[in-house]
């Protein structure tokens, strides 16, 4: 169409076809908005920052144009307060029109925003917050970071056939924090373990000394622990002062307690501690390779595991959209989201099409000194791991 039949063309539209366009729904719009929901400030600020640069990476590799689409990210910081997180939902999903939610750097602010993304049949993409629960909350739900018990249940299942038998568990007492505790005492004393005592640590402010006296008197081959990203230098630090590195006590746990952010910071006492999980920053897959230079020349930081939350979020909200050609039916997204897989910089990562769960390797992993760098070196796969607590039926 030249200028000229163009123009005629346009002006031969009758007012009410432009009111019309005017109210047409959102898919035949040509801007698709995210709604990007992290905590940047506050104690979580770091899993904020590790998504949102993740997020930023994705669009830089992959254009910002889907299916014809423009794409716009509008960041959201929650300061990690659940009542925050649903009010920033609710506008943007009110006000902005937004396609997406994405996010939820923890499980209070991914529970509590649940009904809207329901309500509003919006899809949602939960980055970070890893409760098992939390996908049975709404339909509208899809996970891309991962599960605790997922991330828990191979440490416990390696541990006990690693020559550790007494273990003490200390969590951070919040809802992960439970899935991690009871997934490990039920694998752990199920392969011939014993768990010794139980410990559940305040979220806010944690001040670990007092539960560390408890597991340095109980005197166990292992402390099992789970602590949120951006914690683990605290632990590490009280866990050297009290000297129960000393005391030959092993530290073990999913992986988020030597988060790849801050594990340079710990120094030895990091050294030899053995963890599960989906992604190491030093994978040695060449896309993870890019991925980690990369996204350390955009964010001047290495990424981490909740980094591969965000990036993978991104990839799953472009494959919906060129699935659906556009169309930006909540329904119809969330139903193109089902049973895709793709290679993600933490290796095959599938959504499983029931639960709209990651499926992924684990890997067992050991810090080591890698050139000047602490680094989680895998050195044993489990392949295509599903939650064990979700039985398809
Ligand atoms: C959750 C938060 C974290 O920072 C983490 O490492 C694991 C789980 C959560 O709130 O679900």
């Not at 039949?5 to 729904?25: D, E, F, R, V, Y």
């Not at 992959?62 to 014809?68: K, L």
């Given at each position: ?25 959102a898919a035949?719009?040509?801007?698709v908005k995210i709604g990007l929901i ?33 794409i ?17 939902a609710?506008?943007l999903i009110?006000?902005?029109k937004v396609t997406f939610l994405a996010g939820f ?5 991914a529970?509590?925003t649940a009904?809207l993304a329901t309500e509003g049949k919006v899809p949602m993409i939960v980055m ?6 939390i996908t049975?909350r709404s339909p509208f739900i899809v996970r891309t ?168 979020g991104m990839a799953l909200i472009y494959k919906a959209l060129?699935a659906t050609?556009?169309d930006t039916n909540g329904e119809k997204l969330v139903a193109a989201m089902k049973?895709l ?10 959504i499983?099409?029931?639960?709209r ?37």
């Open positions: 169409m030249n200028k000229r039949t163009l123009l005629k063309s346009m002006t031969a539209l009758s007012a009410g076809a432009l009111l019309a366009g005017a109210m047409l729904p035949a719009q040509d801007t992290l905590p940047m400030t506050g104690p979580f600020a770091s899993t904020g920052r590790q998504i949102d640069g993740a997020a930023r990476l994705y669009m830089q590799q992959n254009g910002a144009t889907v299916a014809g689409k423009k716009e990210l509008i960041l959201k910081d929650d300061a990690g307060a659940p009542d925050t997180t649903k009010r920033l609710q506008e009110v006000n902005d750097g923890l499980t209070p602010l529970l509590a009904p970070a917050a890893g409760t098992s629960i049975d970071g991962f599960t605790l018990p997922q991330t828990t249940y191979p440490i416990a299942d390696w541990a006990a056939k690693n020559n550790i038998k007494k273990a003490v568990t200390l969590v951070s007492d919040f809802a992960p924090g439970v899935d991690a505790e009871t997934v490990f005492k039920s694998r752990f004393t199920a392969a011939g373990g014993q768990v010794l005592a139980e410990l559940r640590v305040p979220l806010r402010n944690p001040d670990f000394a007092p539960f560390l006296q408890r597991v340095r008197d109980a005197s166990p081959d292992a402390v099992f622990v789970f602590v949120p990203s951006g914690v683990g230098s605290i632990f590490m630090k009280q866990f050297a002062e009290r000297g129960l590195d000393k005391a030959g006590i092993k530290i073990i746990g999913p992986g988020d307690v030597t988060d790849d952010d801050i594990l340079n910071d710990m120094g030895d006492v990091a050294l030899g501690v053995v963890t599960s999980h989906h992604y190491s920053a030093a994978h040695p897959s060449a896309m993870n390779k890019a991925y980690v230079e990369a996204f350390r020349k955009m964010n001047n930081i290495r990424p981490n595991f909740m980094s591969v939350g965000g990036y993978d060129a050609k556009g049973g897989s793709w290679e993600s910089p933490r290796g095959p990562l599938t499983d099409a029931q639960f769960e990651p499926v992924q390797n684990m890997y067992i992993r050991k810090v080591e000194k890698v050139g000047n760098e602490l680094h989680n070196v895998e050195f044993e796969t489990l392949t295509a791991v599903k939650d064990p607590t979700k039985v398809a039926k």
